[in-house]
């Protein structure tokens, strides 16, 4: 039995059609498929946005708010298969594309695309959340069982049994499992390596465990961040894979990556920066006493106050702050209602030039229709009705010849421009609020007495763990 998760789209439905219909992870899109949109990752994102803005008061490209998640535009499923059912890549598509069928229903926007590049065969299928007739498909623990249960149905159907799950833990391992035990492969080293090469192409966590998640990797979301590979039996957390790899770790390596790149410490005097100066040399006794965790920023380098991360991060932030002349927490706050008004003032441009750019394209393709008909000879009775409607179009937007559809084009050319400037805004907005906001905390915890205390009891509590191990 294939074994089913699903991932809410909340932001990046064209770059998550971009990744399932890659050629090289399909044979050169043999096994792709869609239902009521086309098989190709710009016109099915372009018909699904016709489709959710049709029954939703959102835009289908809306970026994700400051704070919160914001809405899902389509759910994308997983239907994993173990290789010990030896599934060829044909029968793994038929199944994937019964599946969604019996499941969403005929009347759903859907792309399947089934992947060989890995030892076990999975398909991708990517559902948008609102039907051609517009019912809510809704992404929860509730709806997953169903689907789930639709999912073992299908292979029933096609002779595939599902997984005895009351065999519990005398289930044998898997051979991809027993083929990385018998070469000494550690899931823990491979996790490191992957998160490692991630850290620095992704804006937040959020990012970085939605790449972990299209890499085949299984997230849970708790108290602890844990993950489990392709073929391995139980999840990891984060934090047992080392201290760099905690959630509160990995969020300040993404987070100072390059925040700080290109600023300077100045002399000018500054209450904030002369608390700052104080606590990070605190930080860095702590480091040459060994009082605190040796967090490296750098994996691949050895430990050193050079490559401690709590001392690289306040120090970021400490350019930061002489960066941007910021003398004290009450600015920092200012910071972030700016950056706040900042963010919403270019979303709503964002919505008036998505607005323009959907009428521009709707009136290109009506002036296009128009002139490949009328010149056409014996037109069939809709090619009548199709020119009678693009003449309308063309006549209420005065285009009277096709150097008018030229300009259009020009237009709309200028618009995606536009638009492609705002979204870069919209990534510098989201980055700087996580920077002045973490400045903020950290001032907060400096001010209470909190940092250096909680540094050393974090230090006591990993070496009694220690000694109890």
Not at 207 to 215: A, D, I
Not at 248 to 263: F, R
Not at 428 to 446: G, K, L, N, W
Request: a positive charge.
């Amino acid at each position: 039995m294939p074994y089913v998760k699903s991932i809410p789209v909340r932001s990046t439905v064209n770059k998550t059609l971009s990744y399932i219909l890659n050629p090289d992870k399909t044979e050169g899109l043999l096994y792709t498929s869609s239902l009521n949109c086309m098989t190709s990752a710009r016109d099915a994102y372009l018909e699904m946005k016709s489709v959710y803005e049709c029954y939703s008061t959102e835009r289908f490209d809306t970026p994700p708010p400051l704070e919160g998640k914001g809405s899902v535009k389509a759910i994308h499923y997983i239907q994993s298969f173990d290789p010990k059912d030896n599934i060829s890549p044909e029968l793994a598509h038929r199944i994937a594309k019964a599946f969604a069928r019996k499941t969403f229903g005929d009347d759903c926007q859907v792309v399947i695309a089934t992947h060989t590049d890995r030892r076990h065969i999975h398909s991708h299928i990517l559902v948008n959340t609102y039907t051609m007739t517009g019912r809510k498909l809704n992404d929860n623990q509730k709806t997953l069982n169903h689907v789930k249960e639709y999912s073992d149905r299908v292979c029933l159907a096609f002779g595939i049994q599902p997984y005895d799950k009351s065999r519990g833990k005398g289930k044998a391992i898997g051979h991809y499992e027993w083929e990385n035990r018998r070469r000494g492969t550690s899931w823990k080293q491979k996790l490191q390596t992957e998160i490692d090469s991630l850290i620095g192409s992704v804006q937040n966590m959020d990012e970085l465990l939605y790449e972990l998640e299209l890499r085949g990797y299984d997230v849970k979301k708790g108290k602890y961040i844990s993950l489990k590979a392709p073929g391995q039996q139980r999840f990891i957390r984060t934090k047992t894979l080392g201290e760099e790899y905690t959630a509160e770790s990995l969020a300040s390596k993404i987070l100072w990556n390059d925040a700080d790149s290109g600023a300077a410490l100045t002399d000018e005097p500054s209450p904030l920066r002369e608390c700052y100066e104080v606590i990070i040399g605190q930080v860095i006794q702590l480091a040459a006493e060994k009082r605190k965790v040796q967090r490296r920023r750098d994996w691949t380098a050895p430990y050193s106050l050079q490559n401690d991360l709590d001392v690289h991060r306040l120090s970021a932030q400490l350019r930061i702050i002489n960066r941007d002349h910021i003398h004290s927490i009450g600015e920092v706050e200012g910071k972030i209602e700016a950056v706040k008004t900042d963010y919403e003032q270019a979303r709503q441009e964002l919505n008036l030039l998505t607005a323009e750019h959907d009428r521009l394209t709707s009136l290109i393709q009506q002036a296009e229709t128009y002139f490949s008909l009328s010149d056409k000879m014996n037109l069939t009775e809709i090619e009548h009705l199709r020119l009678t409607v693009s003449r309308q179009s063309i006549l209420n937007n005065s285009i009277a010849e096709k150097a008018d559809l030229s300009c259009l084009q020009a237009k709309l050319s200028e618009t995606e421009k536009q638009i492609f400037s705002l979204k870069d805004r919209f990534k510098q907005c989201q980055q700087m609020y996580m920077v002045y906001s973490d400045i903020a905390q950290t001032y907060r915890e400096i001010s209470q007495g909190n940092y250096i205390s909680q540094l050393v009891a974090e230090e006591r509590k990993r070496k009694e763990h220690e000694k109890r191990r």
